[in-house]
């Protein structure tokens, strides 16, 4: 059974915050872009605002992936990340074949600790610095990767077809469901985004976690299609192909205000309710919602802009 995250309707934020997360990622934006030759992109695949996360930022260059944690550091420079968090981020870049980067500030002015880059790696605490790191032409696509992918395309879509405000999104594999967010006839919902066209086993998923039964719940299938169909590699990304048909309800909750509009049968395999036409289109990207704050919806759908 996989893990469901807790607190799945409430604001849950780390110590770092997404204004500060958001100035890193243009400082390191900004300092890339400088160096880089215009045709070796850089791509954003996390800004900071995914709960759970082992880490805090993500960058696709030349193949390689950079995942950055930021920390506060103490008048001493001690730091406050734990060998057990060091550890698990670690394994989830081992696991998906991320480079794991610390980026050390001060924590009464926020300023970096290092000079240049201030990335240092995780394993052995020395500076990385991602023009030295050698190119991974044929590297492939990770788990998270293909998994990050799939759910921003149906974070798009919910978007764009104005069919929810998103209050958090999750890409860890094996974490479900991947959003939160309420629909146009104010539900709150869930929705679970896979590759695989199959059902989920919604009895054995809603009696191990309650929670998710007082809630919407949707599927949205999501599949990736390289052009030779060989590997998705990450330097193909532009490459690729997705077949997105929305995210179709597969379960409707006792207290959601639809089932007294129809029949709850013809209910099920519809797209959420619209939002309200009258709604300003700047409140719908960021009212109640983690993921598109502080100007982030531009950023990360560029960043995803491959999967159109």
Request: proline share 8%.
């Amino acid at each position: 059974m996989p893990h469901v995250r807790k607190s799945p309707f409430e604001a849950i934020r780390r110590a770092v915050n997404l204004a500060l997360q958001h100035e890193i990622a243009e400082r390191l934006n900004e300092r890339l872009q400088a160096i880089a030759r215009e045709e070796t992109p850089v791509n954003w695949l996390k800004l900071g605002q995914e709960y759970p996360s082992y880490d805090d930022l993500a960058f696709h260059f030349r193949g390689n992936v950079f995942s950055v944690k930021i920390y506060e550091c103490g008048p001493g420079g001690e730091s406050p990340l734990s060998a057990e968090e060091i550890a698990r981020l670690q394994e989830f870049a081992r696991e998906n074949n991320l480079i794991p980067c610390g980026y050390p500030i001060d924590a009464q002015t926020h300023e970096p600790l290092e000079q240049g880059w201030n990335l240092l790696s995780l394993k052995t605490g020395e500076p990385v610095d991602p023009m030295t790191v050698p190119s991974a032409p044929t590297a492939p696509l990770s788990a998270w990767e293909r998994h990050s992918f799939q759910t921003m395309r149906a974070a798009q879509w919910l978007v764009r077809s104005r069919r929810g405000e998103i209050q958090n999104v999750c890409t860890l594999p094996g974490a479900v469901p991947q959003l939160f967010f309420s629909d146009g006839a104010g539900n709150r919902c869930w929705a679970i985004v896979q590759e695989e066209d199959t059902q989920p086993d919604l009895k054995a998923l809603l009696k191990e976690h309650p929670a998710l039964q007082d809630a919407d719940g949707y599927l949205g299938v999501v599949k990736l299609n390289p052009p030779d169909g060989g590997d998705a590699l990450r330097m193909q990304r532009s490459d690729l192909t997705v077949e997105f048909g929305g995210l179709k309800r597969i379960y409707l909750a006792p207290s959601s205000s639809l089932t007294s509009a129809e029949d709850d049968a013809e209910l099920l395999g519809q797209p959420p309710p619209e939002l309200p036409a009258e709604q300003p289109e700047e409140e719908v990207s960021g009212k109640g919602c983690l993921l598109f704050l502080v100007g982030a919806l531009t950023a990360l759908l560029a960043a995803c802009s491959c999967l159109q």
